[in-house]
Nanobody
Framework: QVQLVESGGGLVQAGGSLRLSCAAS????????MGWYRQAPGKQRELVAR???????NYADSVKGRFTISRDGAKNAVYLQMNSLKPEDTAVYYC??????????????WGQGTQVTVSS
C-alpha cells in the first residue's frame, strides 16, 4: 500500500513564503515523476510543478521564478518552496507521484491535500 503524506501548508501574508513537503511510503520499487498540483475553489485542479527522476523540472507560467520544486530520492520525498506568495496562490495543494510499487506495476498516487491560504 503506497501513501503520500503532505505537510507544510498554512496561512501566510502576501509576499511571504511556505515550504510544502510530501513523502511517499509503503511498498515502493521506484518513483518516476513527482509533482504538485493545486485546486482553488470553483476551479479545476492544475499542475503547479513537476520533477522527473533525473531532476528535470517544469512549472506553470503563473509560478515561474517564485516556486522551486526539488526531490530527495533517498527519502522518496518532494518539496515545493513557494516564495513571493500572492492571494491567487490560495488553493489546496496536492502531491502526486508516478510510482512502481513493484517492478512491472505502475500507478499515479495522490496525497490528501494541504491548504495554502495567502492573505492580502
Amino acid at each position: 500500500q503506497v501513501q503520500l503524506v503532505e505537510s507544510g501548508g498554512g496561512l501566510v501574508q502576501a509576499g511571504g513564503s511556505l515550504r510544502l513537503s510530501c513523502a511517499a511510503s509503503g511498498s515502493i520499487f521506484s518513483i518516476n515523476v513527482m509533482g504538485w498540483y493545486r485546486q482553488a475553489p470553483g476551479k479545476q485542479r492544475e499542475l503547479v510543478a513537476r520533477i522527473t527522476r533525473g531532476g528535470s523540472t517544469n512549472y506553470a507560467d503563473s509560478v515561474k521564478g517564485r516556486f522551486t520544486i526539488s526531490r530527495d530520492g533517498a527519502k522518496n520525498a518532494v518539496y515545493l518552496q513557494m516564495n513571493s506568495l500572492k492571494p491567487e496562490d490560495t488553493a489546496v495543494y496536492y502531491c502526486n507521484a508516478g510510482i512502481y510499487p513493484e517492478r512491472y506495476t505502475y500507478g499515479s498516487y495522490w496525497g490528501q491535500g494541504t491548504q495554502v491560504t495567502v492573505s492580502s
